[in-house]
């Protein structure tokens, strides 16, 4: 028979055992105690993650992350080859793109028509988001199946102080894409002025660059009615006189503005 002593021994070691338990289980690392309660990933769940992956769902990408072991579904991407990263990169969620590359996500993955993570920061207009990108290792100077680059997208946006920064890492300003437009094309196409103002700064613009259908930055501001940008491309030495390939010139196209033509 055990005495009231030793039970109470025996009591006393079983807490103690049961307790380094539990200690042991807390000086674990994070991501092992972790992977103890979470859920196990199945198809249901891969059609969850692809779903929100195409609906930038952010919120739904953070919860999944951290309800599975990520390491599980990481590279599943969107049928077009779209990633988690590409999402977070496109809605400027920094901390999210942050911890999809801390988990091993590609940053230079490519959807199908070569769209990568930076040019989707570039997109959004996440500035924070594409310096994150490029010290991890992003390549600036993809260009997309339509030869977009970061800088024309950036331009064709009007995103000026990510265009500015593109410029200064290395990226080409004048790159052509597969209709032989520039970024200030793209830009006085969609008439974006301050972008316009900055491009024609460089030493290296052509005011009167021509497109495939051999439009200039002028016929398309004259095309939009665009007056400030009229303005500033004849004040940078724009030609009125140059034919397109359907025999246009900016001054006939619209005779509003030929009283600005004549004066120059």
């Not at 990933?41 to 992956?53: C, K, L, P, V, Y």
């Not at 070569?114 to 989707?120: D, E, K, L």
């Not at 051999?214 to 009125?240: M, Q, R, S």
Request: hydrophobic letters at 40%; glycine letters at 6%.
């Amino acid at each position: 028979m055990i005495s009231p002593g030793s039970r109470l021994a025996v009591i006393i070691a079983s807490l103690i055992v049961t307790a380094s338990g539990y200690a042991l289980q807390f000086e674990r690392p994070a991501t092992q105690r972790l992977s103890i309660v979470r859920l196990k990933f199945g198809t249901s769940e891969r059609q969850a993650w692809i779903s929100a992956i195409n609906n930038d769902s952010i919120s739904k990408l953070s919860l999944m992350i951290e309800q599975f072991d990520p390491h599980e579904f990481l590279s599943e991407t969107a049928e077009n080859g779209k990633t988690a990263l590409m999402s977070a990169c496109k809605k400027g969620d920094l901390d999210l793109a942050r911890r999809l590359l801390d988990l091993g996500a590609d940053v230079n993955a490519k959807t199908q028509t070569n769209g990568t993570p930076f040019m989707f920061a570039v997109l959004g207009g996440h500035l924070e988001v594409a310096r994150s990108l490029l010290d991890n290792g992003a390549d600036i100077h993809v260009a997309g199946s339509n030869g977009w680059t970061a800088t024309t997208i950036a331009a064709a946006k009007g995103h000026v102080e990510i265009l500015k920064w593109l410029v200064e890492q290395g990226a080409d300003p004048q790159v052509r894409d597969v209709y032989r437009s520039t970024p200030l094309l793209r830009a006085v196409s969609n008439g974006f002025e301050q972008v316009a103002v900055y491009l024609l700064s460089l030493p290296d613009t052509d005011v009167d660059v021509q497109d495939e259908s051999d439009n200039t930055p002028l016929h398309y501001a004259v095309g939009a009615a665009d007056l400030p940008i009229i303005k500033l491309l004849v004040e940078h030495g724009a030609d009125h006189t140059i034919e397109n390939r359907k025999g246009q010139t900016p001054y006939a196209m619209d005779a509003t503005f030929q009283s600005i033509f004549d004066a120059k």
